[in-house]
């Protein structure tokens, strides 16, 4: 039972232009959300999280949107850089009880220079 | 900072043998956690702990244990190594409500 799910395997975008991730989730326990970035050989690394009680959160080029009745998020990457290639997780936890956190499978990015 | 320190970073074992792979962190948190990433699958928990003395299941748990002596170090062990164990073991840590710092992975092989 996949509770976090991002649907494209992979994505390819021209250097400069926005690139949106998606995830799904179905689990309405959910929270707290999170976007790890990893490079090949690499651990994952946090980028950015939002909280339910939120609907947007800005950092820099990138920005998470989160729509709980849709049970979607999305990850906005505005340039769009060829250091931004790489494998985008995301992830949802809910609050009380241990820090467990899903994963999702994982969107590969490919930015063109 | 090191963060997690994870070793060693490859190997291959036969099937039935039983290896233990470490990991150590630096930055005093109390949350650590170790998965496995299997291709395309995502990264499945194995075990978690919330403290020193304190471990529990995560999703994958069946072929491993932890133990959490300190607060550094969280140690997976393989007891019978088997073919489907195969995969890169990620460990993490965190502070309670706090993202994670994951180690550089150790990719295993079991034939």
């Known amino acids: 039972d996949q509770q976090v799910k991002q649907n494209s395997p992979s994505l390819s975008v021209q250097e400069g232009r926005i690139s949106i991730l998606n995830c799904d989730y179905t689990?309405?326990?959910?929270?707290?959300f999170l976007w790890y970035k990893k490079y090949p050989a690499e651990g994952p690394t946090f980028l950015i999280s939002?909280?339910?009680?939120?609907d947007k959160n800005e950092d820099g080029r990138f920005t998470v949107f989160l729509n709980k009745s849709a049970k979607h998020l999305s990850l906005h990457i505005v340039p769009s850089q060829p250091g931004d290639s790489a494998v985008y997780f995301c992830?949802?936890?809910?609050?009380?009880?241990?820090?467990?956190?899903?994963f999702g499978t994982g969107t590969k990015l490919q930015v063109i220079p | 900072n090191a963060g997690v320190t994870q070793t060693p970073k490859f190997r291959i074992l036969k099937i039935g043998q039983s290896m233990t792979l470490q990991c150590t962190q630096d930055?005093?948190?109390?949350?650590m956690y170790w998965y496995r990433q299997d291709p395309g699958m995502g990264l499945k928990l194995i075990y978690y702990?919330?403290?020193?003395?304190?471990?529990d299941k995560g999703e994958v748990p069946n072929g491993y244990n932890v133990s959490r002596s300190t607060t550094e170090d969280f140690p997976l062990r393989l007891e019978l190594a088997a073919p489907s164990q195969t995969s890169v073991y990620f460990c993490?840590?965190?502070?309670?409500?706090?993202?994670?710092?994951f180690g550089s992975g150790t990719r295993l092989t079991v034939v």
């Open positions: 689990n309405s326990m959910f929270d707290y």
């Open positions: 702990s919330v403290g020193a003395g304190i471990t």
């Open positions: 993490a840590s965190s502070y309670s409500g706090g993202g994670y710092t």
């Open positions: 992830a949802a936890s809910a609050s009380g009880g241990y820090q467990k956190v899903t």
């Open positions: 939002i909280s339910s009680i939120k």
């Open positions: 930055m005093n948190h109390n949350y």
